[in-house]
């Protein structure tokens, strides 16, 4: 179906906490509101009726408000918490039918975890915080101070190594964190909101290195966070998540551009569109005369940057791709992104 291999596989996953918990998912129940709910039952649906794919190489943003069931999503991929009910694959294989063994093996070797508390342990030097994982995976004691070492050149700890966490800042706590998971080599990183505790600027220091890393190894990554901004910067597609459901599931482009409803229009209201919508989303086909002038742009240039050669030119911009002429971008285009009017985005989803 997608054109990139899928690592995790999701249909229909349901988690619901709470007594007699398999009864809910898919019957009459789990359409009452969740107070309700709650007090009809004693439970609570964390994770209602979710599917979706997250593909080889992709930086996977789940993204909500507080309690909409990011954590409990994330946890349940891996099996730290149990699904209720559903099926998840990881590279085709079943994870719910994984032995004890095999689970051990897909939270170590596959699928790494960063966690918003570093759960570093406090009496052991960063050098062997982030040889950890490979100690359990009993690799023996040269070879993982190689491989931490090379790591924590990785992740801008060089010189650091001997220290004890508490002799780091919060962000160099939190590489350390980026390290110990790197140093197993997963096939995915899972963050859980892991720079949420960072002030400001830390913050925005570790998601440029999470981009520079994902730039440099392609790494699948499954990212929560409840910071629309961090979403946008980071994903290459966000799942938004309200009361446990998927709402809506896109680039940040097809988010911004056409969201689903109003509870994800109201979500993205504050976004500044012209950073986000791309030039391809924007323009409209060629007329005659229009192949031969005005500036060019690329298809994922931005629309301000289109804006800026419009100006520029004083006239409208042609969308170029390897020398083929896609479209133009004009004023009444360009204004329509700015000032938030439904942009023409026909592959961007929008509600039924
Ligand atoms: N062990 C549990 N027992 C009962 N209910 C739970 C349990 N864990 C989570 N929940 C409930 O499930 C829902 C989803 O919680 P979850 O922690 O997944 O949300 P979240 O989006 O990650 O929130 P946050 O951003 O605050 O971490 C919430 O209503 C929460 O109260």
């Given at each position: 179906?997608?054109?990139?291999?899928?690592?995790?596989?999701?249909?229909?996953?349901?988690?619901?906490?709470?007594?007699?918990?398999?009864?809910?998912?898919?019957?009459?129940?789990?359409?009452?509101?969740?107070?309700?709910?709650?007090?009809?039952?004693?439970?609570?649906?964390?994770?209602?009726?979710?599917?979706?794919?997250?593909?080889?190489?992709?930086?996977?943003?789940?993204?909500?408000?507080?309690?909409?069931?990011?954590?409990?999503?994330?946890?349940?991929?891996?099996?730290?918490?149990?699904?209720?009910?559903?099926?998840?694959?990881?590279?085709?294989?079943?994870?719910?039918?994984?032995?004890?063994?095999?689970?051990?093996?897909?939270?170590?070797?596959?699928?790494?975890?960063?966690?918003?508390?570093?759960?570093?342990?406090?009496?052991?030097?960063?050098?062997?915080?982030?040889?950890?994982?490979?100690?359990?995976?009993?690799?023996?004691?040269?070879?993982?101070?190689?491989?931490?070492?090379?790591?924590?050149?990785?992740?801008?700890?060089?010189?650091?190594?001997?220290?004890?966490?508490?002799?780091?800042?919060?962000?160099?706590?939190?590489?350390?964190?980026?390290?110990?998971?790197?140093?197993?080599?997963?096939?995915?990183?899972?963050?859980?909101?892991?720079?949420?505790?960072?002030?400001?600027?830390?913050?925005?220091?570790?998601?440029?290195?999470?981009?520079?890393?994902?730039?440099?190894?392609?790494?699948?990554?499954?990212?929560?966070?409840?910071?629309?901004?961090?979403?946008?910067?980071?994903?290459?597609?966000?799942?938004?998540?309200?009361?446990?459901?998927?709402?809506?599931?896109?680039?940040?482009?097809?988010?911004?551009?056409?969201?689903?409803?109003?509870?994800?229009?109201?979500?993205?209201?504050?976004?500044?569109?012209?950073?986000?919508?791309?030039?391809?989303?924007?323009?409209?086909?060629?007329?005659?005369?229009?192949?031969?002038?005005?500036?060019?742009?690329?298809?994922?240039?931005?629309?301000?940057?289109?804006?800026?050669?419009?100006?520029?030119?004083?006239?409208?911009?042609?969308?170029?791709?390897?020398?083929?002429?896609?479209?133009?971008?004009?004023?009444?285009?360009?204004?329509a992104v700015v000032a938030g009017l439904d942009t023409a985005s026909p592959k961007a989803g929008a509600a039924a």
């Amino acid at each position: 179906m997608q054109d990139t291999a899928s690592v995790f596989s999701v249909r229909n996953l349901w988690k619901v906490f709470g007594p007699k918990a398999e009864r809910i998912p898919n019957g009459e129940l789990a359409e009452l509101p969740a107070d309700e709910l709650r007090r009809r039952t004693g439970c609570t649906v964390a994770v209602r009726d979710v599917s979706f794919d997250v593909r080889q190489g992709e930086v996977f943003v789940v993204m909500g408000l507080s309690g909409s069931g990011k954590s409990t999503l994330v946890r349940c991929l891996t099996r730290l918490i149990e699904p209720t009910s559903g099926v998840l694959e990881i590279d085709g294989e079943d994870v719910l039918a994984m032995d004890k063994a095999r689970l051990r093996e897909l939270r170590r070797h596959r699928a790494a975890m960063v966690f918003q508390h570093f759960g570093l342990l406090p009496h052991r030097s960063v050098l062997d915080n982030v040889a950890y994982g490979l100690e359990i995976q009993g690799v023996d004691r040269l070879e993982r101070r190689a491989q931490a070492m090379k790591v924590i050149a990785k992740v801008g700890l060089e010189g650091m190594e001997h220290r004890r966490p508490t002799q780091l800042s919060g962000g160099q706590q939190q590489r350390v964190g980026l390290a110990r998971a790197l140093a197993v080599d997963p096939e995915v990183l899972l963050f859980d909101e892991p720079f949420s505790a960072l002030d400001p600027l830390i913050r925005r220091d570790m998601q440029e290195e999470v981009i520079r890393l994902h730039r440099e190894e392609g790494r699948t990554m499954i990212f929560i966070t409840h910071d629309l901004n961090e979403a946008l910067r980071l994903g290459d597609r966000i799942a938004l998540m309200r009361d446990g459901a998927i709402v809506q599931c896109g680039s940040p482009e097809e988010i911004v551009a056409a969201p689903a409803d109003d509870y994800v229009r109201d979500f993205v209201r504050d976004v500044p569109r012209e950073q986000v919508i791309t030039a391809r989303t924007a323009m409209r086909p060629a007329r005659d005369g229009e192949a031969g002038v005005g500036p060019e742009v690329t298809p994922l240039s931005t629309v301000a940057t289109a804006i800026e050669a419009v100006a520029r030119d004083g006239a409208p911009a042609r969308v170029m791709d390897d020398g083929k002429l896609l479209g133009i971008v004009d004023h009444e285009a360009l204004l329509a992104v700015v000032a938030g009017l439904d942009t023409a985005s026909p592959k961007a989803g929008a509600a039924a």
